[in-house]
């Protein structure tokens, strides 16, 4: 079975600094579990993606947060419209280069190939709101946890969805 | 964004989370996981490369029936377009940690020679 090199990109040193904070064992709590309600044909279904983005007319992810304090991410979030693209939105990360999703969204928040499979019929339907958050959040990734990530769930329920694809970048 | 799906999926909405630096999985625990080997910023495929991005989040849609266990990890088959080499993803100037981590580096070896 194909196995996914997950350090084929990062390079050596990066490699060293990621791989250095997962243990070899399992060190989680138990993992929370909700089956898919509906069948995929049925399901409402919203995106959620690491790259910091943001509506053009709503403010930006703090960068000048984490410039000042390297160990910091700016822990909230931001809703995004189902019909968004790449000329909508702004793309604030400083661990990657934001230029391609500046020229196509759906490299990172694929609404365009969502609204095409809810179209055929794939998906039940294209949740109203997506959302992102910073990926990075430094030494104290709390606030993201107990208020933001609960916050964003919040949303989806009122919002009736039932499937949510996460990506980090 | 794994503390993130797991949030989601205790409030009762299914999870998937697709995932370059998959190993992660041991550390956070998400619900389930689309391993892929895609480069940083461009987890679903490249710039204008549709089909490539459907096939990435219709598998990852997939496996929210497919996966019957808790924190369930599938390796998707997708293979990048270009090598390692020639994939340039990282931003113009160094992260704010990555610059501090090299600098105390730097200043450690100098301190040691």
């Known amino acids: 079975m194909n196995t996914v090199d997950p350090w084929r990109f990062a390079g050596g040193f990066l490699s060293r600094v990621l791989g250095g904070q997962i243990p070899e064992e399992p060190s989680h709590p138990p993992i929370p579990w909700t089956p898919l309600r509906v069948p995929l044909e049925r399901a409402r279904v919203a995106l959620l993606s690491t790259a910091g983005l943001s509506m053009r007319e709503d403010p930006p992810f703090d960068m000048e947060l984490e410039r000042k304090h390297p160990m910091r991410g700016d822990p909230s979030h931001r809703r995004l419209r189902a019909d968004a693209s790449a000329a909508d939105v702004e793309a604030n990360h400083l661990h990657i280069d934001t230029g391609y999703i500046a020229r196509d969204l759906n490299v990172a928040l694929p609404l365009d190939r969502l609204h095409e499979l809810a179209k055929q019929g794939v998906v039940g339907s294209v949740a109203t709101t997506h959302y992102s958050t910073m990926g990075y959040q430094g030494n104290d990734a709390s606030t993201l946890e107990q208020q933001t990530a609960p916050a964003i769930a919040a949303e989806m329920k009122s919002e009736q969805v039932d499937l949510a694809i996460l990506a980090p970048v | ?113």
């Not at chain 2, 989601?8 to 989370?17: F, H, K, L, N, Q």
């Not at chain 2, 997939?62 to 931003?91: C, I, M, N, Q």
């Open chain 2, 1 to 113: 964004m794994g503390l993130v799906a797991r949030a989601i999926e205790a409030a009762g909405i299914t999870t998937v989370t697709l995932n370059m630096i998959w190993p992660y999985q041991r550390l956070i625990g998400m619900p389930r996981v689309a391993a892929i080997e895609h480069p940083f910023g461009r987890p679903y495929g490249d710039v204008g490369d549709a089909e490539t991005q459907r096939a990435v989040l219709l598998t990852a849609l997939r496996l929210a029936e497919s996966a019957d266990e808790p924190g369930h990890v599938d390796h998707l088959p997708f293979r990048w377009h270009e090598e390692p080499k020639e994939t340039r993803w990282h931003p113009a100037e160094p992260s704010p940690i990555i610059a501090m981590i090299k600098q105390r580096q730097q200043k450690k070896q100098e301190a040691g020679a």
